[in-house]
């Protein structure tokens, strides 16, 4: 494990003779990179896709759930705002880890963010149809495989032109969610106790109680609901100064996210009609009850636009992991050479597409496992990049210039601790798909990286940022 110990400047020089990649572009700030991740995260998609899955499964604890898992992502955001301004890479948390914690964890967190770039795009786009549902009827996983089509193509332009494109969807998302929150608010028919006392409705109306058991076992969707803000660290090679803007990006789009999602979704816990129409989840029809039909498709319209949005957003971050990892010699030689491959704009090209084509079909594959095992994955990475942090002040790493996190090491380890009980409580069938694929993963890694290691997952840095 030494061998990736060692002050990143070594890193560099030992792959400088390789012919590594050119490198990405610096055009981002802080508000650029915010917006981008922003959306990323898209808090209405999330409200609107995600977070009616917590409705169903938790109905009046949704709200606590949600504010639990703000709690932990907060100390997660410390860990990726160190880690991120002392290796600000592209290659994300794989990098972090790998430089910190050496080339095999690093090789692990690579696969969890993979199957987590993999499949949430898709989960997100296929919400798509039912948001357009006012205006046109339209087959679920055709439209999703559709816009994840068109965010593969948005992804191969220029990235500064596309800060500006989501931003401005995200403005329209911002107000979806306000126009709710003021609805919902204006029609209260319950307390702010209610929130703490869990409360559900079956398909026919009879109400029954829900236990902290219930909370914790839908944990991992409620840490996916926030999950896009650590991708602020997949633009750290086109953020200005990322040794200062990797943190505010991180640390901003959190608060944000927060802010945007749970402020809509206290609005909908208190002003739901009833404990049926809660369960149930169907947000649309509740903004319709509350005002007019004209309100609803236009709620709908601009949640139809930031699923679009996210999907942009997320081809372009999820595609610089796959350029990294080509750039790091993860790969077969031709592999490597694909994914590292730049167009015109300064995109990776080739990574885009390998992330936004096999997207577009697991739009056609059933959705409930997919976002199991997306939260185990999730929960998965966040102890991983804990477990770096643990790292982080050693070495050369010591004295380097960089972004410190408060509280350390005791917030790390508590993060190692709830996070490591978390993964026993989530569904079985996803902690054994997920383990069956990093099981893979590790013997690919023991038969072709490890006596590969002069040559194969080299983890670089930009060499203008090493200090």
């Given at each position: 494990?030494t061998?990736?110990?060692?002050?990143?400047?070594?890193?560099?020089?030992?792959?400088a003779?390789t012919?590594?990649?050119?490198?990405?572009?610096?055009?981002?700030?802080?508000v650029g990179?915010?917006?981008?991740?922003?959306?990323c995260?898209?808090?209405?998609?999330?409200?609107?896709?995600?977070?009616?899955e917590?409705?169903?499964?938790?109905?009046?604890?949704?709200?606590?759930?949600?504010?639990?898992?703000?709690v932990?992502c907060?100390?997660?955001?410390?860990?990726?705002?160190e880690?991120?301004?002392?290796?600000?890479?592209?290659?994300?948390?794989?990098?972090?880890?790998?430089?910190?914690?050496?080339r095999?964890?690093?090789?692990?967190?690579?696969?969890?963010?993979?199957?987590?770039?993999?499949?949430v795009?898709?989960l997100?786009?296929?919400?798509?149809a039912?948001?357009?549902?006012p205006?046109?009827?339209?087959d679920?996983?055709?439209?999703?495989?559709?816009?994840?089509?068109?965010?593969?193509?948005?992804?191969l332009?220029?990235?500064?032109?596309?800060a500006?494109?989501?931003?401005?969807?995200?403005?329209?998302?911002?107000?979806?969610?306000?126009v709710?929150?003021?609805?919902?608010?204006?029609h209260?028919?319950?307390?702010?106790?209610?929130l703490v006392h869990?409360?559900?409705a079956?398909?026919?109306?009879a109400?029954g109680?829900?236990?902290?058991?219930?909370?914790?076992?839908?944990m991992?969707?409620?840490?996916?609901?926030?999950?896009g803000?650590?991708t602020a660290?997949?633009?750290?090679e086109?953020?200005?100064?990322?040794r200062?803007?990797?943190?505010?990006t991180?640390?901003?789009t959190?608060?944000?996210?927060?802010?945007?999602?749970i402020?809509?979704?206290?609005?909908?816990?208190l002003?739901a009609?009833?404990?049926?129409?809660l369960?149930?989840g169907d947000?649309?029809s509740?903004?319709t009850?509350?005002?007019?039909s004209?309100?609803?498709?236009?709620?709908?319209l601009?949640?139809?636009?930031?699923?679009?949005?996210a999907?942009?957003v997320?081809?372009?971050?999820?595609?610089?992991?796959?350029?990294?990892?080509g750039r790091?010699?993860a790969?077969?030689?031709?592999?490597?050479k694909?994914?590292?491959?730049l167009?015109?704009?300064?995109?990776?090209?080739?990574?885009?597409?390998?992330?936004g084509v096999?997207?577009a079909?697991?739009?056609?594959?059933?959705?409930?496992?997919?976002?199991?095992?997306?939260?185990?994955?999730?929960?998965?990475?966040?102890?991983?990049?804990?477990?770096?942090?643990?790292?982080?002040?050693?070495?050369?790493?010591?004295h380097?210039?960089?972004?410190?996190?408060p509280?350390w090491?005791?917030?790390?380890v508590?993060?190692?601790?709830?996070?490591?009980?978390?993964l026993?409580q989530?569904?079985?069938?996803?902690?054994?798909?997920?383990?069956?694929?990093?099981?893979?993963?590790?013997?690919y890694?023991?038969f072709?990286?490890?006596?590969?290691?002069?040559s194969?997952?080299?983890?670089?840095?930009?060499?203008?940022?090493?200090v």
């Open positions: 494990m061998d990736t110990l060692r002050p990143p400047l070594a890193v560099v020089e030992s792959t003779d012919g590594s990649p050119k490198k990405l572009t610096r055009s981002l700030g802080v990179g915010t917006l981008l991740t922003l959306s995260v898209t808090p209405a998609s999330s409200l609107f896709v995600i977070v009616p917590l409705f169903n499964s938790l109905g009046t604890l949704t709200a606590m759930s949600i504010a639990i898992g703000a932990i907060i100390a997660v955001a410390f860990c990726y705002s880690l991120g301004t002392l290796v600000p890479s592209a290659g994300g948390e794989y990098a972090m880890v790998g430089t910190l914690a050496g095999f964890a690093g090789w692990l967190v690579f696969i969890q963010s993979l199957i987590v770039v993999m499949i795009p898709s997100i786009a296929i919400g798509t039912d948001y357009l549902a205006i046109v009827h339209l679920p996983k055709w439209t999703g495989a559709a816009v994840m089509i068109a965010a593969t193509v948005a992804g332009l220029d990235l500064r032109a596309n500006w494109i989501t931003g401005v969807f995200l403005v329209l998302e911002v107000i979806a969610a306000g709710v929150a003021f609805l919902g608010f204006g209260s028919e319950r307390g702010l106790g209610s869990g409360a559900v079956d398909a026919h109306g109400t109680g829900v236990g902290f058991a219930a909370v914790l076992a839908a991992g969707t409620a840490l996916f609901v926030t999950q803000f650590s660290i997949y633009l750290s086109e953020l200005e100064n990322p200062r803007n990797v943190a505010r991180v640390l901003w959190l608060a944000l996210s927060v802010v945007v999602i402020v809509p979704v206290v609005a909908i816990t002003g009609p009833d404990l049926a129409s369960t149930g947000i649309s509740l903004v009850g509350w005002s007019n004209a309100v609803g498709t236009f709620i709908s601009c949640v139809a636009l930031a699923i679009i949005n999907g942009i997320m081809v372009i971050q999820n595609s610089r992991v796959l350029f990294a990892s790091d010699k790969w077969p030689e031709p592999v490597n694909a994914f590292g491959t167009n015109g704009f300064s995109a990776p090209w080739i990574s885009t597409l390998a992330v096999p997207g079909v697991l739009c056609f594959v059933p959705q409930e496992q997919l976002t199991n095992i997306t939260g185990v994955a999730v929960a998965a990475l966040y102890l991983l990049v804990a477990v770096a942090a643990l790292f982080s002040r050693r070495g050369a790493h010591k380097a210039s960089a972004w410190r996190q509280l090491p005791v917030l790390p508590l993060l190692i601790v709830a996070l490591g009980y978390l026993t989530l569904d079985v069938t996803a902690l054994l798909w997920t383990g069956a694929i990093t099981a893979v993963a590790s013997l890694w023991l072709y990286l490890r006596p590969r290691q002069d194969r997952w080299v983890i670089t840095l930009p060499e203008d940022e090493q």
